[in-house]
């Protein structure tokens, strides 16, 4: 079964971090370039960070640069996202999937095949 497994996030204060995790299961791919977008209440679904699994390069919305870390994580086709300095804007269901830059790509003709979502709520 091909399908992304989302782990992390949870709930902070402001300033606080947390981190999410997605592992790419099943795909046979040449490269699994994967990342992380985002949705919160009322907003359209926006793109907060992709990794280039072809050659590393990384990729960040303005909003989350300098605070936001993507990097390849210990098991095989997975991802991690570090969020530092926690802000009440970053709230909102994060997903993660197959990415461009920070656009969703096609993946067996299903665009970004996107994880089931997490929950990330920054609040005092």
């Known amino acids: 079964q091909v399908q ?3 782990s992390g996030g949870g709930s902070v204060q402001p300033g606080g971090s947390l981190s ?20 919160a209440p009322g907003k359209e679904r926006e793109g907060v960070s992709c990794l280039s ?3 590393g390069s990384t990729f960040y919305a303005d909003s989350v640069k300098g605070r936001f870390t993507i990097a390849r994580g210990g098991a095989r ?10 802000k009440p804007e970053d709230s909102g269901v994060y997903y993660c999937a ?3 830059g920070l656009v969703p790509t ?7 095949f996107w994880g089931q979502g997490i929950q990330v709520t920054v609040s005092s």
Not at 77 to 86: A, F, Q
Not at 106 to 112: E, L
């Open 98 to 100: 197959f990415c461009a």
């Open 77 to 86: 086709h997975t991802v991690n996202l570090t969020m530092n300095s926690l």
């Open 53 to 55: 699994d072809n050659d």
């Open 4 to 6: 992304l497994v989302e």
């Open 20 to 39: 999410l995790s997605c592992t790419a299961a099943g795909f046979t791919l040449a490269y699994y370039d994967l990342g992380w977008f985002r949705q």
């Open 106 to 112: 096609y993946v067996y003709g299903t665009p970004g």
